[in-house]
């Protein structure tokens, strides 16, 4: 009588724990089903770079030259904006695309070649042998609504 009672506890719990695991493995959501990830949505791509005072001029100018011209020809941008932190010398360029999947869909390749482009335009410019403008963060940026 004890052994039945025992095991019936024992399938009381396992069953109980089960139910828990599966409620609570059920209700969780991926950061991929929210819909602000929604492949249709607008998305803002954040880049940080360092950027000396001293080479601000130069940046600027290699990034109206060469990407601005570069990105007007992109399926899905829609603009962007620069700003500049004298204090810290760090840039913060907002890209704006139509949705991620436009903007995934340039090839690395590309997007690689013509940083080279620009890398040696600014090399040129200053006459010196790196680029001065050190990648500090790439991020994607969701509208609230």
Known sequence: MRLIYF????IKT???????????HSSSISALDLPMNKID???VEELRLNVPIEYKEIWLKAEKEIWEPW???QDGFLGRKIF???KT????????WKNRKLWKNISD????KLQEIYEETVKSSLGIETNPFKFIYEGELFEQK
């Open 84 to 86: 500049y932190n004298q």
């Open 71 to 73: 990105l007007l020809k």
């Open 41 to 43: 949505s607008n998305i």
């Open 7 to 10: 095991l019936q506890n024992i």
């Open 109 to 112: 390749v590309e997007v690689n």
């Open 89 to 96: 010398g760090e840039a913060l360029l907002l890209v704006s």
């Open 14 to 24: 396992f069953f109980a724990l089960l139910l828990l695991f599966t409620i609570d």
